[in-house]
């Protein structure tokens, strides 16, 4: 029996890992162990993801919480060094770009535990984001490197990491959508918010360069108030991340920011509410990862309110434009509202089978 251990930590961690873990758990001589190091602790940020997308009550729940990046990695790390100890995994499989995943692949590879990272080569080419540090790390130190999309493949190769060790497998966030159409597509959001289809933009901002500081967003309300002004027939749904309430609220900023006509901010929604909004919104503005992903495969418009992406596919092929500029922003939903805007071709992959690639590779690896 080999023993294989699933680190999650943040919601975009569950959404990667369900499909793997699900396929992962077919297999008869691998024992799957998941650790919740509890980075995303809420329950609508947690607890809700696991029930929804059907991954069993984690084996281990470090409960880190909110912290500085230090204490929040060192926390995690002490953590899982305990469990890897305990446990003696065969291998353990990160996700994504978190300080969950940096902190466990980092205890890993001091142990010699070998490390399979999903989500594998995607580059911003910013340092300044904590998620960019994360990803050069992880890669560096990882065994067995799964990739969405084939430019992540030469962003890798450019740090000289062994290619033969790097697999184009698809998008694991892909798979959970295909595998819970049929759930999202019965979602009552939208009936129970009084809202419909294509009659709203679904807004969702969390990053620390825009949400940290005052003036980030002050910017955030101008952009609402220009595209209520827009059109003022069109809702803008808020499902608000707790980092960026708590700030809104330090800044004394709550009020100006109920004062945008047709603004409507919600607590953040659990995965079946938010990909049926998504799908059914006009167009999506945001400035998350996972996001400019998801709306590509179900080809809704994304204006992503970031300089750069780690994430270039969605853009070359998909429904995405980056936009620092409130120009930028009216301009593209001027061509969203009058039709021209551009559609998403495929990307090669997203299929919904890439849990099952991974697995067959892993296996491999393992026996
Ligand atoms: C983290 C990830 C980011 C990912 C995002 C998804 C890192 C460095 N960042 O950012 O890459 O896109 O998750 O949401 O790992 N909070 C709560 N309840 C929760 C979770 C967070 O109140 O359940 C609040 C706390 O005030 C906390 C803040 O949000 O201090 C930030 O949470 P944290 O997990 O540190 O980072 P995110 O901003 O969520």
Redesign the pocket.
Known sequence: MKTVIHIVG???NFVKAAPIIAEMEKIDNIQNLVVHTG????DK??NVFFSELGISKPNYNLGVG?GSHAT?TASIMIGCEQIFIECDPDFIIVYG???SCLAAALVASKMGVPIAHVESGLRSYDRTM??EI?RVITDSISNVLFLTSFDAMANLHREGIDTNRCYVVGNTMIDSLVRLSEEFNRSKILSTLGLEKKTYALATF?RPSNVDTASGLEKIIDIFTEISALNTELKILFPI???TL?NIKKFNLLDRMNQVDGLLIEKPFGYLDFISSMKDSLFVITD??GIQEETTFLNVPCLTYRQNTERPVTVELGTNVLVDSISGIVENIRSIMDGTYKRAKAIEHWDGEAAIRVTKILSEVLS
């Open positions: 943040a919601r975009p980075q995303h602790y809420d940020m947690s909110s929040q770009d978190i300080n904590p998620e994360n969390h991340h707790p980092r708590n998350s990862g």
